[in-house]
């Protein structure tokens, strides 16, 4: 059975850090693409960061220089650290995984996790 369970989310205040991670089993998951992608209530889910299975990143315009994607295949496990936080960052945090190069198109990831909230608030 395929599964991708997150943790780490929470409530912070504005310029906090969280690291979520993303525990994976059931597939060969050094082969796989894996992306963080986002969800705030009303708006559409959105691709955050993406690492492949060389170890090369991607990040939409908004969290770089603020988030890392990190991946250890020794423990089926990515990581997204997340450094000063800000409101804009609230939502629901997906950890997904592709055998494409699928750059951060939802449709590409046939794997997907429950989702962790993060909540950035003074």
């Known amino acids: 059975e395929v599964q991708l369970v997150e943790s780490g989310g929470g409530t912070v205040q504005p310029g906090g850090s969280l690291r979520l991670s993303c525990a994976a089993s059931?597939?060969?998951?050094?082969?796989?693409?894996l992306a963080w992608f986002r969800q705030a209530p009303g708006k559409e889910r959105e691709g955050v960061a993406r690492i492949d299975y060389e170890g090369a990143t991607v990040y939409t315009d908004s969290v770089k220089g603020r988030f890392t994607i990190s991946r250890d295949n020794a423990k089926n496990t990515c990581f997204l650290q997340m450094n000063s936080l800000d409101p804009e960052d609230t939502a629901t945090y997906f950890c997904?995984?592709?055998?494409?190069?699928?750059?951060?198109?939802?449709?590409?990831?046939?794997?997907w996790g429950q989702g962790t909230q993060v909540t950035v608030s003074s």
């Open positions: 997904a995984a592709t055998p494409y190069s699928a750059q951060f198109y939802p449709d590409m990831y046939n794997h």
């Open positions: 059931g597939f060969n998951f050094r082969l796989y693409g």
